[in-house]
């Protein structure tokens, strides 16, 4: 059974800064693309960044460019979202998924690209 999960999430000022985390279970982490999703409260999912199972290729959404930086640690299963210069328009529920393919498609920002989801962890940015 495969089990993804987050963390790092939490409250922090406007300009500050997060690292999430996320493991997975059940699964070869480095056979896959992954994914980072979020969703704000009356929101549509908004797909964030992924990354391509080697690390070699990384896509960002406009809105979070030059600010947040994808990466992972095949050798520790870890993927990571370390989050700078965040907005209050940045309060999500953050998830992380994993991807069908070893390659970030050209769809990469749509859900139906990544086939397990973790439970999210909670970013809330005060102004």
């Known amino acids: 059974q495969v089990r993804v999960v987050e963390s790092g999430g939490g409250l922090v000022e406007a300009g500050g800064s997060l690292r999430l985390s996320c493991t997975a279970s059940?699964?070869?982490?480095?056979?896959?693309?992954w994914g980072w999703f979020r969703q704000a409260p009356g929101k549509e999912r908004e797909g964030v960044s992924c990354?391509?199972?080697?690390?070699?290729?990384?896509n960002y959404a406009d809105s979070v460019k030059g600010r947040f930086t994808i990466s992972r640690d095949n050798a520790k299963t870890t993927l990571y979202l370390q989050m700078n210069s965040l907005e209050t328009e940045d309060t999500a529920m953050y998830y992380c998924?994993?991807?069908?393919?070893?390659?970030?498609?050209?769809?990469?920002?749509?859900?139906?690209?990544?086939?397990?989801w973790g439970q999210g962890t909670q970013v809330t940015v005060s102004s």
């Open positions: 998924a994993v991807g069908k393919y070893s390659y970030c498609p050209s769809s990469w920002d749509a859900g139906d690209q990544y086939k397990y």
């Open positions: 059940g699964l070869t982490f480095s056979n896959y693309a």
């Open positions: 990354i391509t199972w080697s690390g070699a290729h990384r």
